[in-house]
């Protein structure tokens, strides 16, 4: 019998919410349909601001702003059931992602921050939701991200190749499998040229990376954005736009005594995430095939660069039987299946975890 889950996800680029139907039938898997919702502008805008100022957020407003999104999230989700022409009783569970807020699994009390009120959506829907996915990997020793390998291996990893998934959202990771699976966030993804676009643009990100393209490369920029810690940590590792966003470019803009343009600062950026996930690559020199999902895989300028820095083949998700805007989504779709079938997963080569990890709380809707 088959089973059908649905998976929601907002990145940390805030740009969308992403559904997607994975239906499940033993071990092979299928989309049955995604599709993406608008994020209504206010609530984005909370959003944004309050992962650029961590200093700003209290108990109150967080609780608040979750329950907001997450009657934004039942809206969308009943919207995408009735579009797709399921029937509730036929849907299993719902992986609600939830949006983060702010990601510090390296503090003196680690912590890991998704808004987005699970037990209102289940309520609202009528649904079984599960959500809060990393809390458990952070009380096991991990990271709590990133989580995307596990659907990764599971979905594209039955060849007799070591295959690589490059996902590049707000955050950029990555998953190798084939051997033994492992991955980590490899760095800033979109989030710094979608604040710089907001910073000087005001709009929400560069398509095609166009304004990047006009722009020249300042290596002496370049070379102090490669200077940044988190880039030359060993794995396991993690980060968020809470620590990678405007402030983080302005700070290091602050150490010049000359100006940059504006389209050579967007460039530079652009330079810059192509070369922390080409130096990725390489850095995995038994990897045979690589493929990119999320929304920088609609980024032409930047897959362009990254394919001009590395000496790999590299193709979009979509190659593989998925398209690229899709896999994070299923993803969660697919955690929702192993924690409703109390299925526990291994974290430990990805998050750093001590083990055997059941993602995600189960909320029902009565």
């Known amino acids: 019998m088959k089973n059908i889950f ?10 969308a919410i992403d559904i997607a139907a994975l239906s499940i039938d033993h071990q092979s898997y299928e989309l049955l349909n995604a599709k993406s919702y608008i994020f209504p502008k206010n609530l984005k805008n909370k959003i944004l601001e309050y992962s650029r100022n961590q200093e700003s957020i209290d ?22 059931i009735d579009e797709s022409y ?53 009380n096991a020793g991990g990271q709590g991200a990133p989580l995307a390998p596990l659907f990764h291996d599971r979905f594209f990893g039955e060849t007799n190749k ?8 707000g955050i950029a990771n990555i998953s190798i499998f084939g051997k033994e699976l492992t991955g980590y966030d490899i760095g800033p993804g979109n989030v710094l040229m979608d604040s710089w676009c907001r910073e000087i643009k005001l709009c929400d990100f560069d398509e095609n990376g166009r304004w990047a393209e006009k722009g ?31 402030k ?3 700070e290091k803009l602050e150490q010049f005594d000359f100006r940059i343009s504006d389209t050579d600062i967007q460039r530079t950026l652009a330079e810059y995430t192509a070369n922390i996930i080409a130096e990725a690559i390489k850095s995995h020199s038994d990897i045979d095939q690589i493929a990119i999902c999320g929304g920088g895989a609609e980024n032409n300028f930047l897959m362009k660069l990254i394919r001009e820095k590395s000496s790999s083949e590299i193709v979009k998700t979509d190659c ?9 989504a299923a993803g969660f779709a697919y955690l929702a299946y192993l924690r409703v079938n109390d299925k526990a997963v291994d974290t430990s080569t990805i998050t750093g975890s001590n083990g055997m990890v059941k993602l995600g709380d189960i909320q029902k809707p009565d």
């Open 59 to 80: 108990d109150n407003k967080i609780c608040s702003l979750g329950d907001e999104l997450a009657h934004v999230y039942a809206k969308s989700i009943e919207a995408f």
């Open 320 to 328: 593989w039987g998925m398209s690229h805007e899709w896999v994070e």
């Open 162 to 169: 070591i295959r690589a998934v490059i996902n590049i959202g």
């Open 216 to 246: 020249n490369l300042n290596q002496m920029l370049l070379d102090k954005l490669m200077e940044e810690e988190f880039i030359h940590k060993n794995p396991p590792k993690s980060s968020g736009t809470d620590y990678f966003n405007i």
């Open 6 to 15: 649905i998976g929601v996800m907002t990145g940390t680029s805030v740009d």
């Open 86 to 138: 399921l029937k509730k009783e036929t849907i299993n569970a719902v992986g609600l992602h939830g949006q983060t807020i702010s990601h510090n699994p390296n503090d003196q009390n680690p912590s890991s921050v998704q808004i987005g009120n699970g037990e209102i959506v289940a309520k609202t829907t009528g649904l079984i939701v599960v959500n809060d996915f990393r809390h458990a990997d952070i």
């Open 248 to 250: 983080w470019i302005n």
